[in-house]
């Protein structure tokens, strides 16, 4: 009878909760339109980062989606470079875990920081839009870089390389090293990576066209980019289809997992492994010819863009609509926005091609 | 050299509230058996506890072989020649008995040290053997019963060849054929020259085996005697102070209706057919060798381990008891065998402890109120006499007695017909147990009904009006009146088994 | 007759047992925090930043509450991650299918529930199965049930109303933290002034003796680990408001963060001791100190490392104290 | 109290050995029963498995197996002692990152060490890792599941700290290096014979050495192990120690055959060795665990991991599955132990 009385007492604070969110209304349009939610109190903000956003040392701040991965690393470093090319201190931050949770944090921390933009490699395409909107009404610049947060909660993404290419140049690549015929499998990270599934989606749609005809898809594995996972999946992968061709691996641990395995199974030209990866990780299989090739954009290149594009829009030179031109130092001055859907992009270009020619210089640099 | 293997010089040993060990002499010649005699809580199990390096004492010295010793732990002891068998069976339940036996002095190969099952299986079993047990060596600890493992630890004394084997209540649990068995064994080690000290409560244990006694009474040295020398009525005397009929104030209830009845109540694997009456303003016994399975019948009454056979009248009304909250409700109240584990928060205050059962009544739509639980913890901490400064005083600080005391009063703050004491005057001095007995009485002049479990034969005698005796798991005795008598109680249970084939 | 005696019934007022309080302990090292966090960024002390630094880590807090209750119990869950993924996915699942907003976060609390039953009946009935075992096991069968459900999509585009949860304000407070105080203050009464919290302590400091005593021990038990499993499942709702969006992958290490509040809020990990005002407090201090290295931007390594330190101290000094006391006692 | 305790003084030698015989029967059966159990599943899973994927039974498919699980294995024997003891640690997947991860940096700075050295070198770590923990669990007494979540997030720190983010690749390690994870001997790999030899020198520990069997008295009964003699402190100390070193070789062993060293290797793993050894039969309660089944635990997770991927499973039923095998092991051990107990009462002729 009394835990009766503790349960109605808790039902009733939740009902409150209810209603109070039904009449919050208004507070919650708030929220997601232009005027900030905190009274007029922060109107002023903005229209103070819009001042000094002319005049140069302000703060740019970027966030990675977790610590500890070196292609964040470099990206981080090629941001870092940039915005100090531009005299601007640069804020790096990246959560332990690869969580959407953590990085609203650190959004929550930058925007009291007042800093003047944010770049954001994003764990989690949506369920950032609450934290980037509130950063947006707060006047910060909003980009995101490597994996986009969707149209509605940034400016502008800056983008390694155009999906449709990324997925057209693996399957080329496949086919080229295969004889454009046999099975493939693809060897993703964890089924909820953005960016992975929409190449996954291209390299399909590629597949379906007249010239790849004779080469079959046979499965989708997720490495969850654990090594072990990794390589109890590619194992089993080779087991289940014993006259599998080649894989394709779209990840920097699913790649260097797969060419483990293949190396210590000896099975070198028998079965061909291309994909996206690190060079650091891969040179050793390159190396040894059990990767023929591979690709990856410049991690440096992508954040180095970033750090230009941000300063660009924090100076009010680009606003981030189609058509947009700026100038990214040491990468040329010819950057176009172009649109990604509804929303717009800037392309840094083609993805780079590793091989056995080149990798020696790229191994130790990322 | 001295005539004395072993000699303890005012030891005293004190732990937070109470002096277990109060300035205590004790002499021990080699190749005899000495009988240690005391009531519950006289401090014989402390005194134990420090002969064999488990406690280390405060105060006084103890010499072996005329040496001054001071063991840190029990290895040490061990390696000297002592080993126990204590009365709470210490055992490893899910070890193997030979494990039992030997743990922390394991046969070990000398080079590699490697331990040596083969020997030490072979080793067990000649032990088991030579105590007659039926049991394989390599069986489960946690699969034997209690006077199995009681053997087991007999054994684990002998695997050590001791010098001094001491002995607390070993045959508290036994059978009397059991307990020829061991005096058997313990005169065998007598002979081949060991010293025995042996602690039992029955009298029937010490003037059969011992030619010395010493007894201790509230933690305190009282005498040595040699035992032809001692007659029982002095040693009584010794042990409790005072003629033991003083020991049980005059009772004066008048016995009413009945209040409970039960019918061939039964547990599988405990007990089976147990049938008796109560009424209001009677206390019947309800005694038996520990295990006997009356504690397990008591637990069945208050809904601990519900009961899988027959049934429970109380005032009229057959209740299933299924769980204490149940019980308590209908009327039944319970005062558990162990305070410290199942009595008592000891980290709590008095008065926290004696509300507890009792919070809803005192509450206010689940809310509890301090002030009605203060006055309620006052009134009867007051009526049963804890000795406290205040009833915020932590159970932990309270001596035996008053803890008991406590435990009392938990009964009291709600309204019950029926109480069932299990050992109310376990580990109690002397002057607390007088108080508890008024209590006791006094309840029932009020009109419970009151079933005291106890091994304590005097308390049977004197404080029941009937006596129901198990063994086995069966009730082999119906006593009242007159023909309670110890003689009686004993025959009951400690029949032979061909006789309770026969009951079968 | 037993003579009579008189025993105080009034405690009189020490200020030396009101300051000897854990809780005091943790008030020091907040203000402390604060102090070191003002000095650190000139961002810090604003009230702005600080609500909603707030609203940052005040949803996994609803968890330490019924947490708070378990432990004290004696035992643990830590399938509450689980619990706030399984429940969130399903309410989002369901609104996309159609089913209203309202009833599906009903729904969502209703599903909190029946995995925190689920919890305490395994625990309640295999008794030999410490709870660590038990809800390890439906943690992992929990969130897997989330991914069967969702698999890789991330479902969303809830009413606006709902986002009010996560980042609405009511007056200058936000709409989180006065759900948060609500919840508090019920579970501080429930703990520190109801019969049931009395005996949850109880069964904390000796199950037996609280059985014995007529304490429904079981239902206790059961009931509190459901309340783990509703509380979980409102955090579900409010993380879910604040990130417009969820996914089987939401609420991941909950479980050891708020178990980290928990025991650095001074509740004893062998159960029957600690308050719910410490664990409060703990909530805040964690809170604010993250948010503080958070605005100096040290390294989320570095903050691991001392968030662990701080747990280990949590629990190491008064058993320092206790050890000390114990070796008077001894011999 | 049974009367057939007490005829037993009676009883002639006959009838005695013939009681001792049939009692041994039912522990001993009792005694087989899990593993004989776990066994029977792990066959039937293998069967199943079988039936939808031919490749499973495969003498390569197997090597592989057993050879994705070693690791899993050596670590299950650490946890089999200190859930024994009535401990719990979640630390091993930090340390096993820590341990890897230095030894990982050493071999690439110097690659002239040997790598039986940098071996050495990684359970020392380890030991140390486990010291520390076996100090505040042992000698301070604080809960083990406290204690090692702490330190699982301090260890994990210093990892990310000393790499500073960085991995460490396939190409900065020596061959020799990478031939310890790889490498085979009689065509089967190293790791199995590493976990071979684990696994004998602990059945010796466990069996036929006091501190072994001191270990299972302090789980099984500490306050009797003290009247024993033995120091539970010392002897739970020395569990964590040794936990510790075996997840420290661990690392080595991880980070040699993947040939990377990365601040998040291993995370999370812990739960699968617990889980290993839970379904093995070690009992949470303490005192009770056998290497046999803590081995056959390891496998039977093993072929989940190897498995699952091989019949098809979509990827979001994986973790459910783990899950239900789990808590299903764990239950049917629960009712087991019941089953023996109640035949325990049985005995009893009342």
Known sequence: MKKKGIVQGIALVLLMSLLGACSGNNGGNNGNNGTPTNGGESSPTVTAQAEDSGNSGGKYAMIFKNTGNPYGEKMMEGFKTAVEEQGNTVILKAPDQPTAEAQIQMIDELISQKVNSIAIAANDADALQPALKKAMNAGIQVLSLDSAVNGASRAVHVNQAD?????????????????????????????????????????????????????????????????????????????????????????????????????????????????????????????????????????????????????????????????DKFSAGKLGNDFEVIADGDATQIMLGAPFRFDASNIAEWKDVY | ???????????????????????????????????????????????????????????????????????????????????????????????????????????????????LWKDMHREAERLLRELGASFSSKTQMGALSVA?????????????????????????????????????????????????????????????????????????????????????????????????????????????????????????GYFTDISFSLRRGEVIGLTGLVGSGRTEVCDSLFGIHPYDRGKVILKGRVIKTISPSQSMHSGIGYLPEDRQKQGLILDWGIGDNITLPSLKRISFKGFTSKSKETDMAKRLAEKVGVKAKTIFDLASSLSGGNQQKVVFAKLLTTDLDVIILDEPTKGVDVGAKYAIYEIINELAAQGYGIIIVSSEMPEIIGMCDRVEVMREGRITAKLSGTNISQEAILAAAMAEPATSMAQR | ????????????????????????????????????????????????????????????????????????????????????????????????????????????????????????????????????????????????????????????????????????????IPFILLAFVCFAILFYLLLHKTVLGRQIYAIGNNANASRYSGVKVDRIKIFVFVLAGFMAAVTGLFLTARMGSTRPNIATGYELEVIAMVVLGGISTAGGKGRMIGAIIAIFLIGFLRYGLGLINVQAQMLLIIIGLLLIAAVMVPKLKIKRTQKLRKT | MESRNVGSFVMPMGQQTQANKNKRTISSYVVQFRELGLLFFILLLAVLIQMRNPSFLTWENINDLITNTAILSILAVGMMLVIITRGIDLSIGATLALSGMISAMVVSHFPQVHPLLVLLLGTGIGLVCGGGLGYLVAKIGILPIIATLGMMNVFRGLTYLISDGKWVSAHQMTTSFKFLGTGTLFRINHLIWIALFIYLIAYYFMGHTRTGRQIYAVGSNPEAARISGIRPER??????????????????????????????????????????????????????????????????????????????????????IQGSIILAAVLLNAIVKRGVDRNHLMRRKV
């Open chain 4, 235 to 320: 002897t739970l100390w020395l569990v964590y120690v040794i936990m510790g070193g075996l997840s420290g070789m661990a690392g080595v062993l991880w980070v040699s055959k993947f040939a990377s060293a990365q601040g998040d290797t291993a995370s999370g793993y812990e739960l699968s060795v617990i889980a290993a050894c839970v379904v093995g039969g070690v009992s949470i309660a303490g005192g009770v665990g056998k290497l046999s089944g803590v081995l056959l635990g390891a496998i039977l997770l093993g072929i989940i991991n190897n498995a699952l991927p091989l019949i098809n499973v979509s990827a979001f039923w994986q973790m459910g």
């Open chain 3, 1 to 172: 007759m037993i003579e009579p005696r008189v025993l105080a019934h009034k405690l009189d007022f020490s200020w030396k047992r009101f300051f000897l309080q854990w809780e005091w302990m943790l008030v020091i090292i907040f203000i402390a925090i604060n102090v070191m966090n003002i000095n650190l960024s000139e961002y810090y002390w604003d009230y702005d930043n600080l609500r909603d630094a707030m609203m940052g880590f005040l949803d996994k807090s609803f968890i330490v509450l019924p947490m708070v209750l378990i432990m004290i119990l004696g035992d643990i869950d830590i399938s509450v991650g689980s619990i706030v993924a399984l429940s969130a996915v399903i309410m989002a699942d369901l609104y996309t299918m159609g089913v209203p907003m309202v009833l599906a976060m009903l729904i969502c609390l209703a599903a909190g529930i029946v995995c925190g039953w689920i919890n305490g009946m395994l625990i309640v009935k295999y008794k030999e199965l410490s709870s660590v075992i038990v809800t390890l096991a439906t943690m992992i069968i929990y969130r897997g049930i989330a991914y069967v459900i969702l698999e890789d999509q991330a479902a969303g585009g809830f009413p606006e109303w709902f986002s009010f949860l996560g980042w609405g304000y009511v007056g200058p």
């Open chain 2, 148 to 268: 199995e493992q009681q053997i087991v630890e007999i054994a684990k004394a002998l695997s050590v060849n001791a010098k001094i084997i001491i002995m607390d209540e070993p045959t508290a649990a036994l059978t009397t054929r059991e307990s020829e068995e061991l005096y058997r064994i313990a005169e065998q080690l007598r002979d081949a020259g060991a010293a025995i000290i042996f602690i039992s409560h029955r009298f029937e244990d010490m003037y059969r085996l011992a030619s010395k006694v010493t007894v201790f009474r509230d933690s305190k040295y009282i005498g040595t005697w040699r035992v032809n020398e001692i007659s029982n009525k002095e040693l009584i005397v010794a042990m409790v102070g005072r003629e033991i009929t003083q020991l049980f104030p005059k009772k004066e209830a008048q016995i009413g209706e009945e209040v409970l009845r039960v019918e061939g109540l039964g547990r599988t």
């Open chain 1, 163 to 323: 999906p449709d290419l990324i997925g057209r140049t693996l399957i080329e690549g496949v086919s080229e090293m295969i004889g454009g015929e046999g099975e493939i499998a693809i060897l993703s990270a964890t089924s909820q990576a953005t960016n992975q599934n929409t190449w996954i989606e291209v390299m399909k749609r590629v597949l379906e066209e007249p010239d790849y005809s004779k080469i079959k898809l046979v499965k989708v594995a997720y490495g969850d980019d654990l090594r072990d996972k990794s390589t109890s999946e590619t194992e089993a992968l080779l087991k289940s289809y014993p006259n599998l061709k080649a894989i394709i691996a779209p990840t920097t641990v699913g790649i260097a997992a797969a060419g483990k395995v293949l190396t210590d199974k000896g099975l070198k030209d028998k079965v061909q492994l291309t994909g996206l990866g690190l060079p650091s990780e891969m040179a050793e299989y390159i190396e040894s010819g059990i990767c023929k090739w591979m690709y990856l954009w410049n991690p440096i290149d992508v954040g180095y863009l970033a750090g230009y594009t941000a300063d660009a829009l924090v100076k009010g030179t680009i606003t981030g609509v189609l058509g």
């Open chain 2, 1 to 115: 050299m001295s005539e004395y293997i072993l000699e303890l010089n005012g030891i005293t040993k004190v732990f937070p509230g109470v002096r277990a060990l109060d300035n205590v002499y004790f002499k021990l010649k080699p190749g005899e058996i000495h009988a240690l005699m005391g009531e519950n809580g006289a401090g014989k199990s402390t005194f134990i506890k420090v002969i064999t390096g488990v406690y280390e004492a405060n105060e006084g010295e103890m010499l072996l072989n005329g040496k001054t010793v001071n063991f840190r732990n029990p290895n040490e002891a061990k390696q000297a020649g002592i080993a126990a068998i204590y009365q709470h069976v210490t055992c490893y339940p899910d070890l193997s008995v030979t494990e039992n036996i030997f743990m922390g002095h394991e046969k070990i190969a000398t080079g590699s040290k490697r331990i």
